[in-house]
Nanobody, 125 residues
Framework: VQLIESGGGLVQAGGSLRLSCAAS????????MGWFRQAPGKEREFVAG???????YYADSAKGRFTISRDNAENTMHLQMNSLEAEDTAVYYC????????????????????WGQGTQVTVSS
């Protein structure tokens, strides 16, 4: 399965970006999906997750500002990021796991089998 992220870039604080993740999996609709990010000098962390049927999960840092969604007909996942802050600067990765995940497992990187190469998001203050 290939995952390809797009949509990253440079934006001013308070601005918005929409990330996309295109998946090659034929059975994408049955995958649990997630967004993670890694800031310079920090460990990769969970941002948001979405189940096969659209149930969503967010890190506290993303709640109220980010929205994860998926389009199973197009094999794509999106992350709409609003009110961006300098602290959101990171490489953003999409990840996929065939089948379902328990709620508490969405944050665990080891649960995901496939990863994209990442897309850089830089927020200038």
């Amino acid at each position: 399965v290939q995952l390809i992220e797009s949509g990253g870039g440079l934006v001013q604080a308070g601005g918005s970006l929409r990330l996309s993740c295109a998946a090659s999996a034929v059975t994408f609709s049955s995958y649990a999906m997630g967004w993670f990010r890694q800031a310079p000098g920090k460990e990769r962390e969970f941002v948001a997750g979405i189940s096969w049927n659209g149930r969503t999960y967010y890190a506290d840092s993303a709640k109220g500002r980010f929205t994860i969604s998926r389009d199973n007909a197009e094999n794509t996942m999106h992350l709409q990021m609003n009110s961006l802050e300098a602290e959101d600067t990171a490489v953003y990765y999409c990840a996929a796991k065939p089948g379902a995940l328990r709620y508490r497992d969405y944050v665990r990187q080891t649960e995901y089998e496939y990863w994209g190469q990442g897309t850089q998001v830089t927020v200038s203050s």
